[in-house]
């Protein structure tokens, strides 16, 4: 991928490349990261597109997704590692994704919901992280079921049950580790959504976006993406496929 001095000086003004990194994210942050030096898919990712762009990586660490969103739409990062979503589009420009992270639903044990299409009645309350990419989603299609919104992913399940709520939404990989800590919980079957994990830049750095997409389908094409998954031995997880052919 070649870089041209306008596209460095469009993606990285000050002469280094500032990466906004959500550490709520298990899957793409490992846990126990350090906050401005994480560890994982989306820190490797930023890293190796530092290398091409041949400035360095300043990583500027949040606890949720919403901080991540609100800090590329105010143009306090350069780009940031988030799910690209309809409402988040509207003020941040998106790459095309990296990765899909399927999301789906837990209940607790003895719950009479068999099934995806039951969550969404009346008297059903839903635990989710407030401001994830699956809240916009479901924020969005539930029209008679209760969202009750967390601070983060661990908090949402640690709602779920205090409260003794409904449904705990959340990505698949993350709801299979908090089977083990509630005896008897089932996930529903499939899934509500697939979240597209993408590099997002501020829509004031339009003409940076370009750089990013192909960094983005190239990482994909050459297995990059795939060997980082492998790396960091993340489940449950799927490259996305080309948006180019």
Known sequence: MAISSEARSQLAPSGKLRVGINHSNFL????????G???????????????????????????AAGKTADAIRDAQVDAGFIASEAERASVIEFSPAYLELPATYMVPPGSPIKSIAE???????VALSGRSAYDLYLSRTLKK?????AEGIPASFKLFVDQKLEVLAGL????LADLQKLPGARLLEGQFTAVQQSIGVPKARAGALRHVSEFVEEAKRSGLVQQLVDRHKVKGVNVAPLAQE
């Open 37 to 63: 030096a994480p560890a994982g898919i989306a820190p490797d990712l930023a890293l190796e597109f530092g290398r091409r762009l041949g400035v360095p990586v300043e990583f500027v660490s949040f606890d």
């Open 172 to 175: 698949k990989p993350g709801l």
């Open 119 to 125: 969550v969404d009645r009346e008297g059903v309350r």
């Open 145 to 149: 079921a209760q969202i009750v919104r």
């Open 28 to 35: 793409l942050v490992n846990p126990g990261s350090p906050m």
